[in-house]
């Protein structure tokens, strides 16, 4: 229906646009073949123009609905524990096939091969995640720090099954570590989900 409509619309435009006065009936006739014949290779390029981008139509629809799975896949709220108390809440939402979310402040202490030790502690207040993005089966984000002279600390959430993740400090661009720090990632599990 609304590839005629097309042709429709077209047929009038070129209606008005060659329409002539009464006295010229064989030029009002040639109009009208012109018309004609203009209307059909309009008619097979549209045909042959939708026909060409229906592939690629097709496929990012697919990419579209395997990306909003994958989003899927990070929803909740996940939580690390330290000595069996939580010291870091990720929380992960989905705000129109994006991620977005927060992460609590915490403090990590960890040892030469980068096991956490005591001095991990849950900390006041949340940050909003900065730039969150998938990335190699990834989620990659940057937090901001509550001291607000400190610098941002950029990290990893990589989801291994449906209720557990691993979260780890990105050590690349932290000019406040010593170089051969060593942060082992850091096992989360989702709320909700039971651990068996």
Do not use: C
């Given at each position: ?16 646009k060659f329409a002539g006065t009464s006295q010229n ?46 989003v899927r896949a990070y929803v909740g709220t996940w ?51 900065i730039s969150p993005r998938l990335k190699d089966g ?59």
């Amino acid at each position: 229906m609304e590839f005629w409509d097309a042709v429709l619309f077209f047929d009038g435009f070129l209606a008005m646009k060659f329409a002539g006065t009464s006295q010229n009936r064989r030029s009002q006739t040639a109009t009208r073949s012109f018309r004609r014949a203009a209307i059909l290779p309009l008619a097979g390029s549209l045909v042959f123009f939708l026909a060409a981008i229906a592939p690629a139509i097709r496929a990012a629809r697919q990419g579209n609905s395997r990306t909003r799975s994958d989003v899927r896949a990070y929803v909740g709220t996940w939580k690390a524990r330290f000595h069996k108390k939580v010291f870091a809440i990720l929380v992960l939402r989905e705000n129109h096939g994006a991620l977005e979310g927060t992460l609590n402040n915490f403090e990590i202490a960890a040892d030469k091969q980068g096991n956490l030790t005591d001095g991990t502690h849950i900390d006041l207040g949340v940050a909003p995640l900065i730039s969150p993005r998938l990335k190699d089966g990834a989620l990659i984000f940057t937090v901001a720090q509550k001291d607000a002279y400190a610098q941002t600390t950029d990290w990893s959430f990589v989801v291994k099954n449906s209720r557990e993740g691993e979260l780890t400090e990105i050590l690349d661009n932290q000019i406040e570590l010593p170089a051969n720090t060593i942060i082992k990632p850091i096992s989360m599990f989702r709320e909700g989900v039971d651990r068996k």
